[in-house]
């Protein structure tokens, strides 16, 4: 079945304790995103890959990292999480077509909590 | 810097036709989506468009004028399952960066 999958869903964590949230794919899509949801903000774009080993900044990147070691995997990492880093997190992937629908799957998203 | 607005709310009746607007303001604009989210569960696509015109989907259809930075999303027979945030989202920035508006929450009722 095509997916993509986040792990955790649910984390409850202290101010200051690294964490990492994963996300994978087998869709062999090149695109994948990360994004953070929060009330009355909608979605907003953390970081996002166009293919290994290349990423770059969405429109809020301050106090996350990811990487793209493997086609599949799109870890994000929080170096020292805070409260404002409390939010629901969804992974996205997708082709990246001029022409095609650029379709993004996305994850279940991961609710993150930051005491 | 990127802008895309969309009412918040918006109420129809089951059966109806609804339209939501979506109007944006983004450098290097390369497409438009339109996404569902229920509450609790993650986005899923409707549509895309990347020239200019209607594109129709089954009850759904979704229209686009970039020299008006406009997009519009057209729900048909609204059912009691079409109440949800409607998203419109614009790949931005030479066509890399995707940004979001806040969602229109609509709410069929009886």
């Known amino acids: 079945e095509a997916q993509v999958t986040q792990n955790p869903r649910y984390l409850i964590t202290v101010t200051g304790k690294k964490l990492t949230v994963t996300c994978s794919q087998n869709?062999?899509?090149?695109?994948m995103s990360w994004y953070r949801q929060d009330p009355g903000l909608g979605l907003r774009q953390i970081y996002y890959?166009?293919?290994?080993?290349?990423?770059d900044k969405g429109d809020v990147p301050e106090g996350y990292k990811v990487s793209r070691k493997e086609k599949r995997n799109f870890p994000l990492i929080l170096e020292s999480p805070s409260p404002n880093q409390t939010s629901l997190y969804f992974c996205?992937?997708?082709?990246?077509?001029?022409?095609?629908?650029?379709?993004?799957?996305f994850g279940p998203g991961t609710r993150l909590t930051v005491l | 810097g990127q802008n895309i607005d969309q009412p918040t709310e918006m109420t129809a009746t089951e059966g109806a036709i609804v339209q939501i607007n979506c109007t944006y303001q983004?450098?290097?604009?390369?497409?438009l989506f339109w996404y569902q989210q229920h509450a609790g569960e993650a986005p899923t696509f409707l549509s895309y468009?990347?020239?200019?015109g209607l594109e129709e989907k089954g009850r759904f259809s979704s229209f686009l004028s970039r020299s008006k930075g406009y997009s519009y999303l057209l729900l048909k027979e609204l059912q009691m399952k079409d109440s949800a945030s409607y998203l419109c989202?614009?790949?931005?920035?030479?066509?890399?960066?995707?940004?979001f508006g806040t969602g229109t929450q609509l709410k069929v009722e009886l």
């Open positions: 890959s166009m293919n290994v080993e290349v990423t």
């Open positions: 996205a992937s997708s082709l990246y077509e001029t022409s095609g629908s650029n379709e993004q799957f």
């Open positions: 983004t450098s290097g604009f390369n497409g």
């Open positions: 468009n990347v020239l200019d």
């Open positions: 869709m062999n899509h090149e695109y």
């Open positions: 989202a614009a790949f931005t920035g030479g066509g890399n960066k995707l940004t």
